[in-house]
Nanobody
Framework: QVQLVESGGGLVQYGGSLRLSCAAS????????MGWFRQAPGKQRELVAQ???????VYTHSVKGRFSISRDNAKNTVSLQMNSLKPEDTGVYYC??????????WGQGTQVTVSS
């Protein structure tokens, strides 16, 4: 059973930066996809950034140019660098992985709060 553990959340001011990290208990190389989701209060969970099977990255429109997802296969980690943060980026951020089309592995989440 693969476990994903996030770290790096916190409180930051508008325009600031945070870096989230996700450590996997097993090899991330075997996954078809890994990504970061977020859930704001009262809203549905949304996919923010992901690696797809080709190795390409995909971002939701609202974070393009500000967020960057990266991975270290040797360390089994996936990170999310978040720059120029806005209050609307506030939420709980989850690391997730999938073996096929379903996101079936989830971390416990880390809170990101951006103050205006």
């Amino acid at each position: 059973q693969v476990q994903l553990v996030e770290s790096g959340g916190g409180l930051v001011q508008y325009g600031g930066s945070l870096r989230l990290s996700c450590a996997a208990s097993g090899s991330i190389f075997s996954f078809n996809g890994m990504g970061w989701f977020r859930q704001a209060p009262g809203k549905q969970r949304e996919l923010v950034a992901q690696f797809i099977s080709s190795g390409d990255t995909v971002y939701t429109h609202s974070v393009k140019g500000r967020f960057s997802i990266s991975r270290d296969n040797a360390k089994n980690t996936v990170s999310l660098q978040m720059n120029s943060l806005k209050p609307e980026d506030t939420g709980v951020y989850y690391c997730a992985a999938r073996s096929a089309s379903t996101w079936n592995y989830w971390g416990q989440g880390t809170q990101v709060t951006v103050s205006s």
